[in-house]
Structures are given as C-alpha cells and as structure tokens.
C-alpha cells in the first residue's frame, strides 16, 4: 500500500495540475476568440457574442424597424442576445468538458 504522505507523488501531482492549469488558461484564450450568432424573429434580429459572453453586435432587419412596432423589436434583440449568450455558454462548457474529462473545474467555465 502507496504511503499518503509520499512527498514524490504530491510532487507529481503538483506537476500534472500546473499542466492541466496550463492548458485550461490557453483553451479559455482560444474559446474568448471564437463567435456565436443567434436570431431571433425568423432573423429579424441576429446577435454575435464571443467567448468572453461579449455582445459583438446586433444586426436588425429595416423591415422590422418600418413596421414602428418598438416593442416587439425591443423583445426580438433580447432573444437574441440572450440565445448568442446561452450558446456561448454552451462552446464554453462543451470544450472545457472535452479538456477535464467532465470534471467541473472552479473559475474555468
């Protein structure tokens, strides 16, 4: 039976979590590059969020803004952003499981 106060395998472990450290900060780096867009209103209203869950844009049809319904296009860029938001998350939680094996990693995702 491997003694628990092996200082050898802490030192590894303390290797290996640097190195997954590592990696978890450049794929972080990576995914805040990458963008999403979403639409709403049959893409009426289109929304683009990075990585970083930063709005980037929001592209309106002129359509919608002649109609002068400006509660329904105020409705429109909120599902949009929110949908751009939720499927930023989705990237982030999706490539951050590949990297930990599932393993929920505090602060990264």
Known sequence: MANPFDLSSMGDLMKQAKVMQE?????????????VEASAGGGMVTAKVNGKLQVLAVT????????????????????AVNEAIRQ??????????KLTGGLRIPGFG
């Open 23 to 35: 990696k978890l900060t450049s794929l972080q780096a990576e995914i805040g590059g990458r963008t």
């Open 60 to 79: 309106i049809d002129p359509e919608i803004i002649r109609s002068d319904d400006r509660e329904m296009l105020q409705d429109l860029v909120v599902a």
């Open 88 to 97: 930023a998350q989705a990237m982030m939680s999706d490539e951050m499981s």
